[in-house]
């Protein structure tokens, strides 16, 4: 399959590693921001096959991990409201919250649904003119373009019924918040190749000039993500913090231009609340006053009672910051399987623990 | 959930949906957020929507930098 199947070939893989292995001298600890290169990670075997010194720890990238209990519990409580239909992505459903989940609530007879894509929730909205449509929506900077793009397309429709819910997360904030925590010493980050393809690649600037921490851009195959590694052992061996992009195929410096411009169109940055972090400043999208009526914050007076903190005995929180491997946490695997997940790093099909616990710990 | 994959535009309507085919199956995507993009180019679907289109020059670039660790002598 086009560009798919040339990034797997084993025996160029085979070649990356023996030359990892050849420059890498001084341990370091690389850090993949983003879920979907967790599970890369974890699939192809890559951290079985590294040298001793590099260590593969899990960033907090997966935005259905990070999405907070008060935040769930407030689109539960959207939901239940008479005449309301939620709309939201399916990985968002079997996460718990404080108190219950979308999935629970469904059961219940509640009208969630899921959707592919923000598309789908507009023609929700079309199709039930005497409901309130609201949208749940979650996601880095790959997945918000597509939902302001909802939004301008509602208020071009004429759409009354649709709102957004936006919990929308920026990606390069969450790193540096990270490095100022202090908890986890890191060498350089593997940055994710779809948010870079809508941000581009300045934004990591600050990352690697005030951190001195280096930061590549990687795709999602094997060779991609092996390659990346070469190149951030490479810059920390000669003692360099740069961005490098080598996912060069779909990220351009600039990014997408147009998406950025939709972007800056419909949302503002805010503070965000991160499960496992808190709040970090200048994290999350919400929606600018100018379309405050497609904001479900602004039209409901949501009330919900305090949320409740993690399950017992659950380490989700430390997982997303890296300072624990999944393996670590004593629930993994016994009382916590994909199939009864007690946290969210298990139930999303890109958490962490869920992708350890598929593709083995290594 | 931030999955994006690679696929090739074979049709694409006035509304700028896209028959986008991923391993042989037909799916729909907007191109609202590609606006130039043509049939027969590939792009990243995500959620729906066309993020990106793949650059064709610099996926050789890379594929031949990858090759090229197959010449480093031993
Ligand atoms: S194994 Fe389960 S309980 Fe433990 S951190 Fe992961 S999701 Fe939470």
């Known amino acids: 399959m086009k560009y798919l199947s040339e990034y797997r070939d084993p025996v160029l893989a085979q070649k990356v590693i ?31 096959v590294m040298p001793k010194t590099v260590t593969l720890l899990s960033g907090p990238g997966c935005p259905v991990c990070v999405t907070a209990n008060e935040d769930i519990d407030k689109a539960i409580w959207l939901a239940r409201q008479s005449g309301v239909i939620l709309a939201t992505f399916g990985d968002m459903m079997k996460v718990p919250g404080s108190y219950s989940s979308l999935s629970a609530e469904k059961a219940e007879g509640v009208d969630i649904r899921v959707v592919y894509s923000t598309l789908d929730a507009l023609q929700i909205a079309d199709d039930n003119p005497d409901k309130k449509v609201i949208f749940f929506g979650v996601g880095f900077e790959t997945t918000s373009p597509t939902i302001a793009l909802s939004i301008l397309e509602a208020r071009k429709r004429g759409l009354k019924n649709y709102s957004v819910l936006a919990r929308h997360k920026l ?13 986890v010493k890191l060498h350089g980050f593997i940055c994710p190749g779809h948010v870079s393809t809508i941000i581009g690649s300045k934004p990591y600037k600050f990352i690697a000039e005030e951190h001195g921490i280096p930061c590549v851009i990687s795709g999602f195959e094997p060779l991609d993500v092996l390659q990346t590694i070469y190149m951030l052992v490479r810059q920390a061996e000669n003692g360099e913090a740069r961005v490098e992009v080598q996912y060069k195929r779909s990220v351009r410096s600039e990014g ?44 409901f007076d949501v009330e919900v009672p305090p949320p409740k903190d993690d399950p017992p005995g659950c380490s989700c929180g430390e997982i997303l910051r890296g300072v624990k491997f999944p393996y670590q946490c004593k629930l993994f695997g016994k009382a916590c399987t994909p199939e009864r997940p007690i946290g969210p790093c298990m139930v999303s099909s890109e958490g962490a623990c869920a992708a350890y616990y598929r593709y083995g710990t290594g | 959930m931030c999955l994006g994959i690679p696929a090739k535009i074979v049709k694409i ?9 991923i391993g042989g199956i037909i799916r729909k995507a907007s191109l609202q957020l590609v606006p130039e993009a043509k049939v027969g180019d590939y792009v990243i679907a995500h959620a729906g929507f066309a993020i990106q289109i793949l650059d064709e020059k610099e996926a050789q670039e ?4 990858l090759e090229a660790f197959s010449e480093i002598p031993e």
Not at chain 1, 41 to 46: A, E, L, P, Q, V
Not at chain 1, 177 to 183: D, Q
Not at chain 2, 62 to 65: G, V
Request: proline fraction near 4%; hydrophobic fraction near 40%.
């Open chain 1, 171 to 183: 990606i390069p904030p969450a790193m540096a918040a990270l490095l100022s925590l202090g908890e």
């Open chain 1, 256 to 299: 997408n231009t147009t998406a950025l411009k939709i972007l800056d169109e419909v949302f503002e940055v805010c503070d965000a609340d991160w499960r496992g972090i808190g709040i970090i400043p200048n994290s999350g999208f919400k929606l600018k006053e100018d379309y405050s009526d497609f904001d479900a914050d602004k039209i």
């Open chain 2, 62 to 65: 890379t594929l031949k930098l």
């Open chain 2, 13 to 21: 309507d006035e509304r700028q949906i896209a028959e986008i085919e």
């Open chain 1, 18 to 48: 023996e030359n990892i292995k050849k420059i890498s001298h001084t341990p370091v600890n690389l850090m993949e921001v983003c879920g979907t290169h967790t599970v890369a990670i974890s699939k192809n075997g890559i951290r079985q």
